[in-house]
């Protein structure tokens, strides 16, 4: 390792609480490694499983920083409170411990404690925004943080967060095989077009209920198509799985699946939320999708997150209005139209296409440790 790189051999990154602020963290590891192989990466991430088994499977080291969301409302302002002084303690020794060099802040609850120990101890922050709308925590990080990256244009944060560098996409969410190699290894048939259902990392319920009443009431029109359907560790995947047995509808049905390169690669179409992480993923793999934003959030970001792709002629978004009657009435018939509309596909795939593959885990890379010699990665902003 080369004196220069000795003063900035640990980055600690922090973020977690879903597979949205994990995977980027991920692929900003992998970037880290691709420039300094022999660089120390600790991920502070939340103390829900999803954090420590995607962590795990990935073979990260992470310390668990018993954080919690602040909320006015009674129990959950009860839990931050009874967690906060836990996590000030846990994010200062894991910036005493890792003396690192620099702490990115990936958004959400665990990055703030983090963020504000490694201020504390002057060390260099920066602010990797993922939304198009900035959640608290990140508004609250950018007047605080030492700079400022966003994957998407966020007017919210100023002039500090440009123009938007790219989402991040690591190297397990990037399809490297052809598309009947993809269904192959997924047990899926590899002349069938193909589906793909998600919400995501933890799932998502609605989702599940659209695709399940599809599967019920229009198993005609999927003639042709087979069914990816994530469907979430939470949800009944035997129930599932019967229920599009039932309909006699060609399905591979699985809670979680990791190597998200192999699902998008798959897929001629997918129904999904509108995190960032999907966005990106969907955008990087050419994948036409349909997106029903999370609709308990009041400020609404997933469906901005996707305003770039559904203004370019790339992608659907319509409102997940809960009830799968009603999801069937909109979104339902969205996704007919185009798997009966090969044309209509044609033209997403193209518009996909056209649109720059740009890598924000690069643009991280370069604030991190120093732009390379030869012109060509994207320019941060600050």
Known sequence: MS?????RSTIVLAGGGTGGHISPGLAIAEALRGREPNIRVVFACSTRAIDRQMLERAGEEFVAVPAEPISLRPFRLWRFLRTASAARRTSRAVVRDGSPSWVVALGGFVSVPVTLAARSAGV????FNLDAVPGRANRFLARRCTRLLSAVAAPRLGTRAGEGVGFPVRAIARC????????SALGLEPQLR???VTGASQGAGSVNDLALALAATKARALDGWQVLHLCGG???VTAIRAAYSASSVSAVVLP?????GLAWGAADLAVTRGGANSAGEAQFNRVPAVFLPYPWHR??????????????GAARCCTDHIEAKSNLAEAGVELLRLIADSKALARMKSALQAMPRAD?????????????????????AG
């Open 234 to 236: 939470s949800a009944d």
């Open 194 to 196: 193909t589906l793909l």
């Open 299 to 312: 400020d609404q970001h997933q469906r901005a997150n996707v305003e770039h792709l559904v203004g370019a």
């Open 256 to 260: 979680f699946l990791h190597e998200m």
């Open 3 to 7: 004196a220069g790189v000795a003063s």
């Open 124 to 127: 260099p922050t920066l602010l």
């Open 360 to 380: 924000g885990a690069q643009s991280v890379v370069n604030v991190l440790l120093g732009p390379r010699e030869a012109p060509g990665i994207l320019a941060t």
């Open 176 to 183: 490297a095989v052809t598309q009947a190699q993809a269904r």
